[in-house]
């Protein structure tokens, strides 16, 4: 197997679902854009130097539908030899694409390849628009079907994550993102530009283009005020809008070159790829899935948990992370864990969450002098993937 290099990696902003900065312009602009943006921003690179894109998407349909990774590819100006595919494991599709990536680079199936990852939750809801789940095994396993905020829940009650804890964790990751954008920290995002129609006075409709700079859903919060929220998913559940992750719209990019190519074409590796995993757990408690993915990968790897710098543990959900942070002995781990917050405060995008991980894990590991970082998540359906990416 070669040597496969991160050269590239970067993302655009988070924008709320429906309320946001996002709401009208659609995927392929935002996919397309932070493609295009992340050759140009790479030096030494051209588009003709792409072999192949790996793109996640949760729920490639629609506006993000056929085959986005090739649409993407063709709307960032790539040329047509520059081919496309469309990845999906849920959650995890847009990690999942940059060990693709990876993989095909190291396997010598491609030289240089794009893993990136979008969703628009506000062109494509959660599910789907047109949710058709098996007539019958939905009866047989109705789990396979649950609301995430279910899953949330059954984590909360079953290994016993308070709602005092869960919104304890919810308003750190709050202040963490907060800090973080005001300090200028995330250094991953590329201002990206958006468009609205604005009605004018002749009942006509104008499209106004204008440039989003940070993640739009950051609302610093106390765990007090956090405490009045009521749950969303159950009666007297413990899980709410405030301890949720927001649903998001965005899209990332990394490209991956070959040890060769670096040399051949004058690129320079900023990370790589150490190991990948997935794992399947129950479905109506998904959310334990990186309490089995981060141990399985470090196992492949030959490294433990005090070998990690930096971790980033999408919140799928305050229960759910928490849960697998306790589980898996970290928590002493805190201060390396989700350092400029999580999907709770920042958004998570289904589709390109492993995506913007990626990007945001390697700016991390860079601003804290770090070696080796880990991605996780929990999927639906009951999985969770892990990675590790050492900085180079
Ligand atoms: C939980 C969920 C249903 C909430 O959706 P929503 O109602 O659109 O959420 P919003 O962020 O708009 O919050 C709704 C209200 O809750 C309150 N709220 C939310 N976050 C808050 C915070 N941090 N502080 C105070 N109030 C808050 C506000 O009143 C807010 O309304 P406002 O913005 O008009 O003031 C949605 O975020 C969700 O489904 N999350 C999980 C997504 C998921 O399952 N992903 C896959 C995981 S595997």
Redesign the pocket.
Known sequence: MRDAYIVQSVRTPGC????GLFNQTRPEELISFIMKEAVERTVNLKPEDIDDVMLGCAFPEAEQGLNLGRIAAKMAGFPDEVSGATVNR??ASGLEAIALASVRVSAGWSDICVGAGCESMTFVP?GGNVPRPHPEYSKTYPEMYV???I??ENVASRYKVSREDQDIF??AS?AKATAARDNGKFTEIIPTPAYKYVVQPDGTYKKETFIVEHDD?I???TPE??A??GA??KVNGS????N????TDGAAASIIASKEKCKELGLTPIARLVGYTTVGCKADE??VGPKYAIPKVLKQVGMTIDDIDIYEI?E??ASQALHCIRELGIEKYMDKINIHGG???LG?P?GCTGAKLTATCIANLREVGGKYGVVS????GGMGAAAVFEKL
Do not use: D, P, W, Y
């Open positions: 709320k679902q429906k309320k849920f959650c959660m609301s995430m905020g899953t949330a919810a308003a709050q859903g609302r610093l919060s005020g956090l009045k929220l969303v998913f899980v709410t809008a405030g949720s992750s927001q649903t998904m959310g999408n799928a959900f999907a709770i405060a998570h289904l998540m929990c999927i639906g």
